[in-house]
């Protein structure tokens, strides 16, 4: 048997009252993992941003021909 399946089998004995309590607080784990994802997204732009920041004005060392295959 899943977790689902226990979590349902569980529910389904208790009183109409409790499973709605047992539905906000699903419905706040659901909101706090959105949360958190956005939150994660939103730091890891900042750290790429903060990273590359300034880096499209640097000149490269390196030239075209240098970063060419050269076969034989």
Do not use: C, F
């Given at each position: 048997?899943?977790?689902?399946?226990?979590?349902?089998?569980?529910?389904?004995t208790l009183p109409e009252n409790v499973q709605s309590e047992i539905l906000d607080f699903v419905e706040y784990l659901?909101?706090?993992?959105?949360?958190?994802?956005?939150?994660?997204?939103?730091?890891?732009?900042?750290?790429?941003?903060?990273?590359?920041?300034?880096?499209?004005?640097?000149?490269?060392?390196?030239?075209?021909?240098?970063?060419?295959?050269?076969?034989?």
């Open positions: 048997m899943t977790i689902t399946e226990q979590i349902i089998k569980h529910i389904g659901e909101s706090k993992t959105e949360r958190t994802k956005n939150e994660r997204a939103n730091w890891s732009d900042l750290s790429l941003t903060q990273a590359m920041r300034g880096l499209g004005s640097e000149t490269s060392p390196y030239s075209l021909n240098d970063v060419k295959e050269k076969l034989k």
